[in-house]
């Protein structure tokens, strides 16, 4: 899922590039000179799939900035100077100087995703890499180093016509042989990545996964999401080295074709006549209701997270899935503001006093995800704090699923249109009145807000342990069947796991 | 040698905790008072060895401090509440809320150190509890937790007595099996024990190690160093969260009896006539001058550090252990004030720079360690800064050794007594009158402070990978002999590891 959200698709026309690229080519340059001055070295990993074109980002940022404050180190073969030291002076050769830019041209990442993928080492060794990288990285940072990181995807298709075209162009380090050897291990190496991502997205060094299959997207993403980086360190630059804002933002060039977001790839078309809707709904709570009892049975805990937009259906959907439940062995917890006794802890404190013991479903009407949703939309909460927000729930999540929970995520999508027109329903419907409010219509407002950040949510927190459902709300019934047989699955193949 | 430092003897007389403990006790709940309207939860975390007396400290803090502010957790047995949930559950239960203070006995530490004691878990089972333990810790500290962790250690000889007079005096936890069990297994817990305070001391969350033997020197300790690091944090609160410098600093009572380091247990009495001094130090050279040949053989890289007082002696230990080597085979690297490029780096960068390939011996008069000695006493670093550096000298001696790098280091120890001799032999004699500055006699006002650093020093970066080695320095030729004859024990061991 975090690397579907690089294949949706985006790209920028060649009218667009040209009106932005100057612009951006300027702010560089100025920004550039503003940082010679300050007592902060810049950090540019550029890594990624084979043939997402990383040299091509690597030659326009060149391009673009100054060669005078910059550097590109790049880490192909070891040299036999560098084999004879310690691992990571190679990479310590080549950090920049304060006040200069450092591009690193595959970086400490390289190596140990390799070696993983090719099982040279085992998983807990790929772990310990990991994690010595993010001791380095935050080494690094703390003293006051700004860390940019890239990753440019490409989908397993696209790569596949990407490198038959080098190929055929000649392009001297591929052979046919090789571009096999990149599209068989594609799934291996995606895994692996999106791993090696995911414990290393911290709060103070987050990643940027670009789509790379437009050129011109991949670059202006590129620019522009350095600028901006290197633009918020130098705004908030003091002399405590420690409150920087890592800046996590994506600046993508705001133009539809550059905008578009995982979810605008959900399918609303999606719909179901009554019949089948009856048919279909009942004979997956039949099942769901005998599931949770086989959980009780087997002490394992379910925990479902019901997100959506406003008016997408939320409460009629929990409904159906609670409706095919004992009530003994359920419960659903409504989300709303925290109490002062809640307040006086850290955010994720109330979740972990809701956990039940084993053997009972938890189903959540709004969840810790407002955490990176309203509480970052809305500005509740300084920037600092959302975005570790995913990590940390990341981390709070895998203790539920090491200890067996088996946890299902849904956010519930629907377009603007179908919004208003419920919205407006619900005005005029007298019993429905008092299910909006304008706190309703000022969220609305703030739509493309709410869809960045849902697009970063699920891309920075759909993990093999527990993935995110998308669901197709606009056809109501529709929803509730996609959820309910969601349900069903993952439940299933969850307790059949345990044998 | 982290223990060693708390097995010197600290203690503190009847009559001066009497005249300390009022004003601790005072000060203690005045600082209670102003947290109440603070942000801040307090996490107190009691570990330690079994008979330390932890018990005892927990009480003492309840007598001191205001019971409506604080709240004490034990984890004994898992409930069987508990055990139904993910592993954390029960801390999160436990956790105080903002402007209380929550004394945790026994912690999130106890059962990953007893289960690897117990081989229950490997040691890449362990190392990821203690990275989640690490990840955990800097969660709630981001959040605005102050964690004070303490961990209370007595000598095995001093705890298997304090078992056998508790099980005399009928200790109902207590039987002979227990102490026996206690006993037998001391070595592999304080290893242990050792490993998951190393890997999770870091700058955010410091370990304090307090000498436990004398119950006052104890208590006050722990009260005062609890104190210091409340009131360190209301001190810089301010809205950023992320800018709050820990406090690392033992608060012990400043007695002669508590304020005993590990440098005031080196026999500085040793001494070596004229004959001893040159058989022993001619055989020694004979064995270095073959060892660092066969450590190019087998590429083995060798770091020798030298520290030492002002006056001590490194130049003449380092020219003694040289003139065994083959000139090409060594370098001897001073360090002194960073140039202008190393500077526009992060302060490790210059000695990766140094690092030869692999088969030579570097040796550096001064050291990396400037960095938790000058720059700490000197304040020429930010608290912040110099406070991870322990934990990052731990993490770059991690990466040598794990190259095969065999890595010595010498605090050359004297008495201020013998300083001052050779600082005024200098004075009078004209050849020598080079070697003394108004710097060193600056240094030697310090000496206190110095020695306090020293002592942290020793006790946070000796490892298993690269331990101190403390050298009797006031007879210069019994240093010399000692070093060359340490130097050539810990390389021939190093070798012999290869078969």
Redesign the interface.
């Known amino acids: 899922m975090m690397f579907e959200a690089a294949e949706v698709g985006r790209k920028v026309s060649k009218q667009a590039f040209k009106e932005q690229e100057p612009g951006l080519h300027t702010q560089l340059l100025e920004v550039q000179r503003a940082l010679r001055g300050s007592n902060t ?1 810049v950090i540019v990993i550029v890594s990624g799939v084979e043939g997402a074109g990383k040299g091509a980002v690597v030659n326009r940022l060149h391009a673009w900035l100054d060669a005078r404050g910059m550097r590109t180190a790049t880490f192909w073969e070891e040299s036999d ?1 560098e084999q ?6 190679r990479f ?2 080549a ?1 920049p ?3 200069t830019i450092g591009v690193l041209f595959g970086s400490w990442y390289t190596r140990p995703i390799i070696d993983h993928v090719f099982e040279h080492i085992d998983e ?2 790929f ?2 890499e990991l ?2 990288i993010a ?2 990285e935050r ?2 940072s ?2 006051g ?1 700004l860390i940019v990181k890239f990753w440019f995807h490409l989908s397993k298709d696209v790569q596949r016509k990407r490198l038959k075209r080098d190929l055929k162009e000649g392009h001297k380090s591929l052979s046919t042989s090789i571009v096999k050897k990149f599209t068989k291990h594609y799934d291996t190496f995606a895994a692996v990545s999106e791993r090696a991502i995911r414990e290393t997205d911290t ?1 103070q060094c987050p990643w940027h996964i670009i789509e790379s299959a437009d050129a011109r997207y991949r670059d202006l993403t590129a620019g522009a999401t350095l600028l901006n980086a290197i633009r918020g360190r130098l705004a908030t630059q003091s002399s ?4 920087k804002p890592p800046n996590l933002e994506l600046c993508a060039p705001q133009t539809p074709d550059a905008t578009i977001t995982i979810l605008d790839h959900v399918d609303l078309s999606a719909a179901l006549d009554a019949d089948e809707y009856e048919h279909r709904l009942e004979q997956a709570q039949k099942r769901l209701g005998g599931l949770c009892w086989s959980a009780r049975r087997k ?1 394992r805990n379910v925990v479902a997270v019901f997100e959506g937009w406003d008016a997408a259906g939320k409460g009629g959907a929990i409904r159906r899935v609670t409706a095919a439940m004992d009530a003994r062995l359920y419960r659903v917890i409504s989300i709303a503001a925290p109490t002062d ?1 809640e307040k ?6 109330r979740f ?2 809701q ?5 009972y479903v938890t189903i959540y009407d709004r969840s810790w995800y407002g955490r990176v949703l309203v509480e970052r939309v809305e500005g509740f909460t ?1 920037p ?2 959302w975005m ?1 927000g995913y990590r ?1 729930i990341n ?1 709070f999540e895998e ?2 699923t ?2 067996g ?1 088996v946890l299902l995520k849904f956010w519930i999508h629907m377009s603007g249109d179908e919004q208003l027109r419920r919205f407006e329903e619900r005005g005029v419907t007298p019993w429905k009145q008092h299910k909006i409010t304008d706190e309703d219509w000022r969220n609305r407002e703030r739509w493309d807000d709410y869809n960045q950040a849902v697009n970063d949510m699920v891309t920075r927190t759909s993990t093999e342990f527990a993935p995110w459902t998308l669901v197709a709300g606009n056809d109501k019934k529709s929803a509730r069947v996609q959820i309910a047989e969601t349900f069903c699955e993952r439940l299933a193949s969850a307790l059949a796991d345990d044998g």
Chains 1, 2 share one sequence.
Not at 84 to 89: H, K, T
Not at 344 to 349: E, G, P, T, V
Request: hydrophobic share 35%.
């Open positions: 070295p100077e004879d030291r310690p691992r990571f002076w310590w050769r950090l100087p304060r006040g807990a060794a772990d310990r994690a010595r001791t380095f080494m690094l703390d003293d180093a709060g405590d080295t420690t409150s002490r006794e006086a802890q850290h955010y994720l404190w972990w006093r956990i039940p013991r084993a053997g300084h600092h704090d570790r940390e981390e203790e539920l090491d200890h929970v």
